[in-house]
């Protein structure tokens, strides 16, 4: 079974919990949620009678960055072909973090069954992040 999607728009990684000063209690920042939110709307909009993956996964994440609009057309031409890969945020394990923790209880049981990962940063003409979730 596999299950492939992309998501349109700006890159957000996993934020860390914040505290609420006056009850002290944590929460997950907005900008978090409606991303895992999002992603989530995007797997169902593609897989509406989807099943959980029962057994090891494999993820591949390719996170797409927009191309500075400062940029000169030789960088960027290397920037399409790879030459010159994204090194700003966000850094590239809270782009795992957000992506893993959307699609645990809901794409796989759990991310234990995360046994192999594949993630890249690069560059396109339009933001958008890449999902590929496969049992092998």
């Not at 994440?61 to 400062?70: E, G």
């Amino acid at each position: 079974m596999i299950y492939e999607f992309e998501m349109p728009g700006e890159i957000v990684g996993k934020a860390r919990p914040r505290m609420n000063t006056r009850t002290g209690r944590a929460y997950t920042p907005s900008k978090t949620k409606n991303y895992e939110y999002f992603l989530r709307q995007w797997f169902i909009r593609k897989y509406p009678n989807f099943k959980q993956l029962e057994s090891r996964v494999k993820v591949t994440i390719v996170a797409y960055f927009d191309i500075p609009k400062s940029t000169s057309k030789k960088k960027e031409d290397e920037m399409l072909i790879g030459k010159i890969s994204p090194t700003k945020k966000p850094d590239i394990d809270n782009i795992v973090k957000i992506i893993l923790d959307t699609m645990n209880k809901f794409a796989f049981k759990d991310d234990t069954q995360v046994t192999k990962m594949e993630v890249e940063k690069k560059y396109n003409q339009t933001p958008k992040i890449y999902v590929k979730i496969e049992e092998y």
